[in-house]
Each structure stands twice: as C-alpha cells, then as structure tokens.
Antibody
Framework: EVQLVESGGGPVKPGGSLRLSCAASGFTFNNYNINWVRQAPGRGLEWVSSVSTSSIHIWYADSVKGRFTISRDNVRNSVYLQMNSLRAEDTAVYYC???????????WGHGALVTVSS | DIQMTQSPSTLSASVGDRVTITCRASQSISSKLAWYQQKPGKAPKLLIYKVSSLESGVPSRFSGSGSGTEFTLTISSLQPDDFATYYCQQYQTYWTFGQGTKVEIK
C-alpha cells in the first residue's frame, strides 16, 4: 500500500525554523518526484516546492524561495522541507505528494499543521 | 506564472443533479490539467488527470473535458458523497491550483 506520512509540524514563533519530513513506503521511491503543497486555514491549495527523483531538479514557489529548502534521501525513502524565517502567512497544513516526472500528484499524505504565531 | 480561475466559487445542488465546474488557464497548458476533490480535514483526492483520464477507483459519473485554456469537470448525477470542494490544477509549469468550488447541498 502506498503511504506518505508527514511529520515535524507544530507551533513556531515568527522568524523561527521548522523541518518537515515526508516518509514514503509501498512504492519505488526513487521513481517519483515528491512535492509539498500547503493549505492555509479556510483557504485553497498552494504548491510550495518539488524535488525530482535524483534531486537534480528542485523548484520553489516565489512565496518561499530563499527561506525553504527541499531535500530527499533515497536510502531512507524520505523528503524534507527545511523552513526558515517563518512568517504568520506560512501557517498552513503541509501535504506531501508523489508524482511521476511531468505528472500530477496521485497519492498524498494526511498533512502536517504548521502554526506560526507569537 | 500560469493562473487558474475556477467558476463558480460555490454551487448549490441536489442529489441527482448534473453539475458542471469550469476552469480557465491564463495560457495554454496543453493537456496538463487535473481535478481534485477535497473534504474537510482530508487530503485532496485525485479524480481526473490529463484533462479527461479517470483515476483508478473514481466513479464514472465524474468526467473531464476541454483543451488549451478552457476545461470542465462534470458530475453526471450528484451523489451524497460528492458534496465537497473541487480544485482544478495545471501541471504544465510547476503546479497551480484554482481557488476551488464548494459543492453544497441545496
């Protein structure tokens, strides 16, 4: 069974840092891109970042560029999102999802809530 | 950046109704268009990819059509389980989602 499980969410103060993890199982991890998508409370979906199978290609939304860093470990079947200089507007549920190259997300995790507040 | 505009934002319908949601892209996205369903507190669920391809396990009452910049999601006969929020998404260049359409009980 394909599973993606996010962890590492929680409360953090503005300007602080947090690292989210996405642990994958049930499929050949290094065949898939991994993507982060977030959803602020009561709002729509916003793509955040993606990493290709071998980490050669990495993409970021303008809203997080320079503050967030995505990485993957194909031995541990995991992807990480290091979030620095967090702002109140980064408060959201963060989902990881898998996709084939040039494809869309067919499996998603349950999400991790990040709350940025003083 | 490619912008995606969905309409309507909210739709009130009854069980058995035929429902249509429209999505417009700010530029051509070829066939890189997907539709997702999301229920409160849950992750999005992929319904349709590549404009009209039904994801495995998705009921055949869901269908997608369109090309270039105009796309449509149709639910042929609305069922109780279909009351949810629907998002279109382009994956031609990065990912961009529409703002969502909430399908409510009339």
């Amino acid at each position: 069974e394909v599973q993606l499980v996010e962890s590492g969410g929680g409360p953090v103060k503005p300007g602080g840092s947090l690292r989210l993890s996405c642990a994958a199982s049930g499929f050949t991890f290094n065949n898939y891109n991994i993507n982060w998508v977030r959803q602020a409370p009561g709002r729509g979906l916003e793509w955040v970042s993606s990493v290709s199978t071998s980490s050669i290609h990495i993409w970021y939304a303008d809203s997080v560029k320079g503050r967030f860093t995505i990485s993957r470990d194909n031995v541990r079947n995991s992807v990480y999102l290091q979030m620095n200089s967090l702002r109140a507007e980064d408060t959201a549920v963060y989902y990881c999802s898998r996709s084939l190259a040039e494809g869309t997300g067919d499996y998603w995790g349950h999400g991790a809530l990040v709350t940025v507040s003083s | 950046d490619i912008q995606m505009t969905q309409s309507p934002s909210t739709l009130s319908a009854s069980v058995g109704d035929r429902v249509t949601i429209t999505c417009r892209a700010s530029q051509s996205i070829s066939s890189k268009l997907a539709w997702y369903q999301q229920k409160p507190g849950k992750a999005p669920k992929l319904l349709i990819y590549k404009v009209s391809s039904l994801e495995s396990g998705v009921p055949s009452r869901f269908s997608g059509s369109g090309s270039g910049t105009e796309f449509t999601l149709t639910i042929s006969s609305l069922q109780p389980d279909d009351f949810a929020t629907y998002y279109c998404q382009q994956y031609q260049t990065y990912w961009t989602f529409g703002q969502g359409t909430k399908v409510e009980i009339k």
